[in-house]
């Protein structure tokens, strides 16, 4: 069975769920509140499941095709012949791909259910739908394009969603009356376009250097060229491979800097949180913060071509150690910063920031499995425990909703924060399946055994610790500092939400969400507690062994499910994205050395690490929140410490307070002054203005005046004053004119008489 | 007679009928009949399409007789693949801009719309005369109509704003005259294709010819620093006459650029390529950073055609295929995105009679489906992939990076060029921001009503090739590739002779 | 015995003499057409003097044609004198200077 041909349908039915919600899905909804928002919303979620149908077809259909990348061509797109420039849209359906899918489309059908409950209400009910859709749309082509210029369309085009989904409340604004769901929402898409910047310019050198933008040829021709040793030639421009390949990489981590919020520019997701919670489970969790992995991931072969080279960005740092570098230093950073934040969100959203810097830290030592499989858990645990927090707001806004009502409207004016952790405490009577399920999420992120994340974020410790020198002992270092922090701050966000004594009648009031909402959360929950079994690692040096009769058997072309069933569960994402991620064969042939990441749980790794998360949630737990906060304005005992420094957010006190505003007088200066003061009215409407005028004042009142003016007048009084003389001669008496007649004949007589002669 | 001329002169015959009708009691009918006179111009223009066979590089239809013998000028017609989508670019604009302008123009209609349509006879000529001298007539001819639709239907410094305008291009015209009678007395004829042939004969000189051209051009396009008549015509001119100034007559510009800088004088062509490229990137970010702070709607957009163009003019300069056929393309582009953002502001003006983005916000509640149409419009001025702007935006970078006639560092240019999509998406964002989303504060704003279905027609208009250009594009590039590579030969020869 | 020409030459200046002078000189329109009649006439007595005595009758012819043109100008001109005396109620010339530069 072959289901192939079904595969544009993946990405139509998301776009038919775009129509329907776009065109009628409002009326539906104005007709009838209740039954057009099931209308409305089982329509946008249907197309979701439907498509994960399709990606479920599609993933037997590679296993009976021997995990063989099958490209579905839909139609042209860019075709210049004299160029030579070629870009379909067609689809590459590979292991990769399809894992990318099934995660898109799994996820995001149980947030699609999930928001149907959580936007009940909303005046805007089936405009989310579409938007949610249409994310839908662009993530897939995004994951499922054969070529960097389509993925470069879902690129900007999840960032367009973004952007909608964040500003989707855009008439909001705060106490100072400015729109900041609005600002948020351009402040992401702007951010983004920085990091599209690089990604334009690295498709452009891309394009030259391998005459194509096709993923399968530029990987074949990067390999080919490699091998040969040939330059690069276009232009008047010619480099080594491997510095273009430099180039290209590093503009690459640029591109997944922006879309997925590291530093330098991370500063956007945090302010993303503006959206309504479905969208930060869906996109600023699971799903779009991730395309800057897959993009890494996809461009292995490239990667690990600059890793083989030894070509230096600047002459400082490969670009592979330096995409490992930022991943590192961002988990760091944003793991420290969650520490300081008290919207509910907003700790997840740092942590989040912080998850991702463990998977562009994996993708950057070569540990592309590791990373991937790391990118799935965190969907599964990242999206719950976004949900589940939507859930606690969702119940603490109903509890305020209740208290108000109570007391008359004078609290209507306050400016309650449901999302504000201070407020909250002791929800987890009010909100039991909440409570448990956020606790499973949380402890998953923890990376507690035998939860999803153990395993994952383990794999990537694992492999930073084997193939330890270099950078790899500082991304080690850094990433075991920053699974700590991740305990510390997951502790006491659920300490200060679901522990200790209600400190605001809203969370007094507050109450469980509706099934709609709840039953994603358990089926998540499960998927966070099983999620390690993907990749589940070998015990003992036996198992290696085995292992390496695997890989030999696979380097000897034999059937990869025969692989599966000898290894059974374990390391079954390895099996299965090896046939995607082309370094690995590579590899084998010995064009490039692909750090090898143990197959084995490493103990030592594993116990260091379980260590200090426990160790984390213990201290933040007991010691430092044992018995506070107390009260909704208690101070947090870290606030005294040097860690509360990380508040003031650098990066974004410096984009927000030095970089925009210098921009915005920029702007301001030469808009309205070099612009239109000097240019326009003062060089155009003065000097060159002027000097016309000045010159034809000149000419009229000087040259013509007294020049041509002069002869003209001139010559026109001499005319009159002759003329005056003359008429003088007119008397008017005919026997004057008579005379004049006579004298004149006499004169001519005289003359005829005596001078002609 | 051809079918060119046809095509060029039909609104002629609508400028007569109108001319015909009773003064003043007429306006409806004035109206259907410049709306069906452009309606069948442009279904000409189409069957020009149908006839035209992309396959040649050549001209083609042509329309060639003697006009005045002795001095060598001809009555010379011609469409090829720099032409071709021009000119359905003008007969398309032209037809959404006399729709555009029912509503909106009341008095003196019958005037307004002959002068429109004597505007459509204008460009078409100037795309397809292929005469230095024909196409001079035309070029000057087009000052005329549009000097009096600013100066006559214009805002409240229309005046000042149409002798600007006026001046200024006609100011940059002369030295251009200059350098065609120069070429035509040299070689004895005003034909392009004989002029091209015959170059050598003023090759010497061709560094001052191509100067007299380009200014001509640049303050069309307009290229910085030219550009200060822009933002006056542009503000000043009714909805309708910035449709046109932006969708069609800027083009003339960078048409003129492809159509006789590049072939007549390659070499200095390739000589001036970097200082043009330069200029071309000033344009880029400085025309984007002063749009951001416009306060003015109507402003904003025309400001941000200077940057737009400024791609455009880089992709020409960047002499080889990628660069040239993207740059045609994003000027058809811009004509499209940026005629739609002037239509978008008609609407709005119309309603509210400021332009002023502060008296805006949460106009999205009001009027939802003109918001989000105008959203679609912002993102494909913006380049986000799957429309029509990125294409050619992507293209004109992908050829300036791999441009020979920027020399081994041509990746700085591209470099600093691609800092217009950060910018376009901060100047247009926050346009959009400030007028469509936040709250709905301002009691006027709440009384707005959405868009009729006759401007919808014009907007799903526009869109349709903002999504068409956007997601198969191939057509269109294919209809100019065969043209193209035979000028990308001719001057990447003289690129490849540079020093 | 014949008359010598001469004479005739002496008288005919004599008459226009006296003419012109008239024509010059008098006030009153209608004196002033009898001298020009006596100018005309001085001129047809010398045509006639020197016909005979050329012994060429072109000159008798030509007086015929000035007798006649001097008889239309009698009708035209009285018709003016008329029309003047009619407007002016004088026929005095010094009145009549609508000439006058």
Redesign the interface.
Known sequence: MNAFALAPLVLGLPILGVLFNGFVGRRFVEADRSVGEKWSGWAASIMALSAFVIVVLLYFSLQANGHHAEIVPM?????????N?HIP?AMQIDTLSVTMMLVVTGVGSLIHIYAIGYMHGDPNFSRFFTYLNLFLFFMLILVSGNNY?ML??G???VG?CS?LLI?FW????NEKGE?MN??A??KA??AN??G??AM??A???T??TFGTLNFEPVFDSAVEMFHSGAMVH?????ASLGGVLTAITALFLVGATGKSAQIPLLVWLPDAMAGPTPVSALIHAATMVTSGIYLIVRSNVLFEIVRESHALVLGVISSPDLVALVGALTAVYAGLIAFTQFDIKKVLAYSTVSQLGFMIAAVGMGAYVAGMFHLITHAFFKALLFMGSGSVIHGMEHGHHHISHGHGHDNHHDHFDPQDMRTMGGLRHHMPTTFWTYLVGSLALAGIVPLAGFWSKDEILAHASANSGGINTVVYILLTIAAFCTAFYMARQVKMVFFGEPRHKAAEHAHESPRTMTMPLVILAILAILGGLLNFPHFGAEAEAAHGAETAVVAAGEHAAEVESAGGLNLALEHWLEHSIASFHLTEEGVVEMPHTPTTLQIPVATISSVLAIAAIAIAYFLVYGSRPKTADERDPLQATPIWWMAVLPLNTLYMGYIVPA??R???W???T??WAF??DF??DNIIRNIFVGFANFASNVLDAQGVDGIVNGSGSVARWLANQ??????????N???SV?LGTVVLLAYFLFMAR | MGLLTIVTFLPLLGIIWILLQDKEKDDERVKRIALGTSIVTFIATIVVLALYDKSEAGLQLVDRVSWIPAWGIEYHMGVDGLSILHILLTSFISMLAIASSFPIIKQQVKQYYSFLLALEIGMMGVFLAQDLFLFYVFWEFTLVPMYFLIGIWGGKDRVYASIKFFLYTMAGSLLMLLAILYMGITNGTFSLPDLIAGRAAFASAQNLLFVGFAVAFAIKVPVFPFHSWLPDAHTQAPTAGSIILAGVLLKMGTYGFVRFNLPLFPEASAHYAPTIAVLAIIGIIYGAIVSFAQRDVKKLVAYSSISHLGFVMLGIFSLNAQGIQGGILQGINHGISTGALFFIVGIIYEQRHTREISEFGGVWMAMPVYSVLSLIVVLSSMGLPGLNGFVGEFTILLGSIGAASLGPNAWIYTAFATTGVILAAVYLLWMFQRVFMGPLDNPENKKLRDINKGELAIMLAFLLFVFWIGIAPSGYFALMDASVAELVKTVGSAVASLP | MTVPVEWYVALSAILFSIGALGVLLRRNAIIIFMSVELMLNAANLLFVAFSRYLGDLDGQVLVFFVITVAAAEVAVGLALIVVIFRTKQSINIDEINLMKG
Not at chain 1, 170 to 173: E, L, N
Not at chain 1, 234 to 238: I, L, M, Y
Not at chain 1, 726 to 735: E, F, H, L, N, V
């Open positions: 139609m042209d797109w860019i075709s210049i012949p004299s160029a420039f849209w210029l470069f369309v690129w900007e085009g367009l952007f500003g855009f008439d909001r604004t729109a609005a600002n929402a351009r898409f702007v376009r920085v599209d910047l334009i310019l498709m452009s050198l394009f030259w276009f232009g008047a421009f010619s921009f915005n920029l702007a301001e030469a808009a309205h070099l612009d240019w326009h060089v155009h003359i008429r003088r001669s007119q008397t008017g008496y005919a026997r004119y008579a005379l006579f």
